[in-house]
Each structure stands twice: as C-alpha cells, then as structure tokens.
C-alpha cells in the first residue's frame, strides 16, 4: 500500500492566478513524478525528481516548475494558470532499486 | 519518441467471461507496470514484471512480459462489475527513471 497524498483533489481558478498543486509521500521514495492526464486519456511526463535538489522536464512540454527541497515534498507551480491547463495532475513516486512507481489520487484543475 | 499502442482501446463484456488486453511498442523496456484507473481517482498499481518471459498473477489477472522485450499483456479471468475501469501498461526505457504510459483500455462488465 502507497502513502502518497495530493492537495487540493478539485481547484477551479480564474486565469493569471498562480497556484501550487502539494505531492508528498511517507514512504522515503527517491523518485517522483508528475504527470498531466486529460479524462480518460493516456498520462504524460512533465516533471521528474532524482532526489533533493534534483529536477528534470519531461517528454511533455509545460509551463509549471517544480522543486524538491525535502525527499518527501515535491510541489507543482504554475505561475499564471490558463484554460489550456485545465486538466488532471497526478504525482507518483518509486523507491531507488525498485521499479514500482506508486500514484496519488490526483487534482483536478480547472482554470476558467 | 517512444510510443506504446495498447489495444483493444474499449471493451464491452458480459461478466465471467474473460478479458485479454496487450502494449506493443517499436523499444525496449526493461519493465512494465499494468495499472487500473477508475473515475476521478489515480491509477493503481497491479501487477510488476520485471524480466523477460515472466508470467505474473494477481488473484483473477495474469500479465506477462514479452520475450523480445516490446510487448506485454494482460488477462483477467471470470470478469465481475467491479473490473469496470480504464486499465493502462506502462513501459520503463533502458537506463532511465522514465515510464511510457500506453493510451489505455476501457473496460466495461454487463451483470
């Protein structure tokens, strides 16, 4: 079973605000993830964690950041939200020698 | 870049009968991960394969890892309503922490 925990679970924002979407988990995992899911639809890699201090983009291109200044905290910012970024943030995390990667509940962002 | 074709992309199924599902790809991974996904929710993890020719079960579901490395299934036995979700596979490429998540299966059981 996967400690991993997402906040908010549901957002609804006007444009040009900025928010942070919260990914942590209680299991020491090195790596973290997150990925953007429309409904339905296949997940795709935006941001990737090594460890602390250690971040890399993904395959697909976003204007959010993230930082990872704690193992367990790996936060998602976007500094001014737009309707096309409407859609699912899920956060996933794996410990170094095992290939099991572990996902949260996911938030659901919808940006007016 | 890599890409995963998962197919059937839905299906529509009476329950007890069973369910067969499968990820092909042109790469090589080194892993595959089969998830379940229901409404609103993340997906969650059900089977790990971890080399080459492995056979894996889970209660009803079984899943195997291709021998040349590029494909894996998966089979759910005397389906029930409650296998009712998208079900995804997702690939790790060689040497990296990344995964490659295949375009999902959606799964519906008629009682």
């Known amino acids: 079973e996967a400690d991993i925990y997402q906040t908010p679970r549901y957002l609804v924002i006007g444009t040009g605000k900025k928010i942070t979407l919260e990914c942590s988990q209680t299991?020491?995992?090195?790596?973290m993830y997150w990925y953007q899911q429309d409904p339905g639809m296949e997940l795709h890699l935006i941001h990737y964690?090594?460890?602390?201090?250690?971040?890399e983009k993904g395959d697909l291109s976003s204007e959010s950041t993230v930082s990872r200044i704690r193992t367990e905290h790996f936060p998602l910012t976007l500094e001014s939200a737009r309707p096309s970024h409407t859609s699912q943030y899920l956060c996933?995390?794996?410990?170094?020698?095992?290939?099991?990667?572990?996902f949260g509940p996911g938030t659901r962002l919808t940006v007016l | 870049g890599q890409q995963l074709n998962q197919s059937p992309q839905s299906m529509f199924i009476q329950e007890g009968e069973d369910v067969s599902m499968n990820c092909t790809s042109s790469?090589?991974?080194?892993?595959w991960l089969w998830y379940k996904q229901e409404p609103g929710e993340g997906p969650v993890l059900l089977i790990a394969?971890?080399?080459?020719?492995e056979l894996t079960s889970n209660g009803r579901l079984t899943a195997q890892f291709g021998i040349t490395r590029k494909d894996s299934f998966l089979n759910i036995s005397a389906s029930i309503p409650s296998d009712v979700g998208i079900y995804f596979c997702?690939?790790?490429?060689?040497?990296?922490?990344?995964?490659?998540f295949g375009t999902g299966t959606r799964l519906k059981v008629l009682a």
């Open positions: 996933a995390s794996r410990k170094g020698q095992y290939n099991e990667q572990f």
């Open positions: 394969l971890y080399k080459a020719g």
């Open positions: 964690s090594y460890g602390v201090n250690s971040t």
């Open positions: 299991m020491g995992h090195d790596k």
């Open positions: 997702a690939g790790q490429l060689p040497g990296t922490y990344k995964y490659i």
């Open positions: 790469s090589i991974f080194n892993t």
